[in-house]
């Protein structure tokens, strides 16, 4: 079945540093990739997407590449801030599925000053 | 735009009680999907309702219920509590059936079980 495998955390960063966060994924058919956000007491919030191959998804500095042949959408971010500190979810949804997303576990970050 | 309202925030129940856990999406969202979420198992999909119907359900025992109201508000009941149940509950929406639109979520309904 469709299952999506994100890299472990927790991950700890010092401000201005760079960051990847690792997604692989496993479908059956041709899914929307979604990386999502959550901040602590909150739901999660959409950071981007991208829904077929080669598709570039971007917003706040995140960038996130669609890779068919990889099957990955690792998450990167050139120059982290505090207030990026939160924790990560990577997710696919696979139309056929009837808008079923399957979610990674999470990534914890934590930049520090 | 509002956007998806879930009430209430934090519940406490013992076991064996039920619970019903309100969800309102965004305006014109016409898919309303839950989701628990608990450190162990992340989160795990609970069911779908598009247009009043279920249209998919995840792999929870029949404890779990929902229901979509034609104004696409959303309740979800879970009845004889049990410890495992202790979770976050989250409810989401988007604008139509389909895997490419987002789903946008509620802040949750803390639900813990004593």
């Known amino acids: 079945g469709d299952s999506v495998t994100q890299m472990e955390g927790p991950v700890t960063l010092s401000e201005e540093a760079f960051l990847t966060i690792n997604c692989t994924y496993t479908a059956t058919g041709y899914p929307s990739l979604f990386w999502y956000v959550q901040y602590p007491g909150e739901g999660l919030q959409l950071l981007l997407k991208?829904?077929?191959?080669?598709d570039k998804g971007s917003n706040k500095g995140f960038e996130a590449t669609y890779r068919k042949e990889t099957t990955s959408f690792h998450l990167e971010k050139g120059s982290v801030q505090v207030s990026d500190s939160a924790v990560y979810f990577c997710a696919l949804s696979d139309p056929g599925l009837r808008n079923q997303f399957y979610f990674g576990t999470g990534t914890s970050l934590t930049v520090i000053p | 735009k509002a956007g998806v309202t879930q009430t209430p925030r934090y519940l406490i129940k013992t076991r064996g009680q039920q619970v019903t856990l309100s969800c309102s999406p965004i305006s014109g969202h016409r898919s309303v999907s839950w989701y628990q979420q608990t450190p162990g198992q992340g989160l795990q999909f609970l069911f779908e309702y598009f247009s009043e119907t279920q249209r998919n359900k995840g792999n929870f025992p029949g404890r779990f219920s929902g229901r979509q109201f034609s104004n696409s508000r959303s309740e979800m009941n879970v009845s004889t509590l049990e410890l495992g149940d202790s979770a976050l509950y989250l409810c989401?929406?988007?604008?139509?059936?389909?895997?490419?639109?987002?789903?946008?979520f509620g802040n949750g309904t803390r639900l813990t079980v004593t």
């Open positions: 991208a829904t077929k191959a080669d």
């Open positions: 989401a929406s988007s604008p139509m059936a389909g895997g490419n639109s987002p789903l946008h």
